[in-house]
């Protein structure tokens, strides 16, 4: 049974920071695409980063030179650290697992930007 456990959200002001986490369980951790999606209240899901078995990283573009994904495949772990967060950045942050016709996602993690 495959799970993805986030953690590290909260309440945070406007440019601060914060690092999400993702435990994975019951995959091949390293042989999958692993990515972090954002939904805000309103808005569809969106990718935020994603970083292949390779190494090779993708951010949308309004993360970028802000937000970092890192994946450690020795502890099955997927993380996003989230610097100079603005209140556009709210949203439940879920982790997802890809690899040919699986998706897998996390139950999300809530990250809230605010003053």
């Known amino acids: 049974q495959v799970q993805l456990v986030e953690s590290g959200g909260g309440l945070v002001q406007p440019g601060g920071s914060l690092r999400l986490s993702c435990a994975a369980s019951g995959l091949t951790f390293g042989t999958y695409l692993m990515g972090w999606y954002r939904q805000a209240p309103g808005k569809e899901r969106e990718l935020v980063a994603h970083i292949s078995s390779g190494g090779y990283i993708y951010y949308t573009d309004s993360v970028k030179g802000r937000f970092t994904i890192s994946r450690d495949n020795s502890k099955n772990t997927l993380y996003l650290e989230m610097n100079s967060l603005k209140p556009a950045d709210t949203a439940v942050y879920y982790c997802?697992?890809?690899?040919?016709?699986?998706?897998?996602w996390g139950q999300g993690t809530q990250v809230t930007v605010s003053s």
């Open positions: 997802n697992a890809h690899k040919l016709t699986q998706y897998f």
